[in-house]
């Protein structure tokens, strides 16, 4: 069973690459967040492998934290692995992780192609394992992973087009700057955050 790949990457799109292992192509599907993180140099993806009697696929990650995501989300009645990599695809890591875990099914359903049963699904078979996975690396206290306010922002501005690099380096003048943050209003972080990513660009 093939679990790690490192190579050269041929081909990348959104949703699937080809990486050269020592003159092997193997084909990976994974979601866009994957994507923005694979260099041309050097591919680096943990690999779940999937067999079927007609097929063997191959579905790649950034860390081991994302496949642990995926695999329990296989282990949700009707998930099977493009539904898993759908719902993976719909909003980044932490967000996903937090809503599973606070059972927000509004949220869930949110992500195209998931509709009410799976949402329900995923809360109530996922929702208190997730809360008990330090695995995740979500745990309180270690500083992995944005807090559910800086994921929220940081989806919404996403969904504008803007990439995640510039993303955090506003965040992170925003969060230096001002004093109150974290008192601070969802609307007006997304204020301040495209107010100065659109400093110096054409209007």
């Known amino acids: 069973m093939i679990a790690h790949l490192s190579g050269k990457l041929l081909f990348k799109s959104p949703t699937l690459s080809v990486i050269d292992c020592q003159g092997v192509g193997y084909e990976v599907m994974h979601s866009p967040f994957c ?48 539904m898993a990599l759908s719902i993976m695809s719909g909003m980044p890591y932490t967000e996903l992780v937090l809503a599973i875990r606070s059972k927000d099914k509004t949220r869930l359903q949110k992500i195209p192609g998931i509709g009410k049963k799976i949402a329900e699904r995923l809360a109530i078979e996922l929702g208190d394992r997730f809360a008990e996975m330090p695995s995740l690396g979500l745990e309180a206290g270690t500083g992995i992973g944005p807090m559910p306010k800086d994921s929220e922002l940081e989806s919404v501005l996403l969904n504008l087009g803007y990439q995640r690099s510039e993303i955090q380096r506003v965040q992170k003048n925003i969060r230096t700057r001002e004093e109150k943050y974290d008192d601070l209003s969802l609307e007006v972080l997304v204020r301040l955050s495209l107010r100065e990513l659109t400093q110096g660009r054409p209007v």
């Open 35 to 82: 994507a923005e993180k694979l260099e041309s140099e050097k591919a680096n993806l943990f690999i779940h492998t999937h067999v079927r009697e007609d097929a063997l696929q191959l579905f790649g990650f950034s860390n081991a934290e994302e496949r642990i995501l995926f695999r329990e989300l296989l282990k949700v009645n009707g998930v099977g692995p493009k």
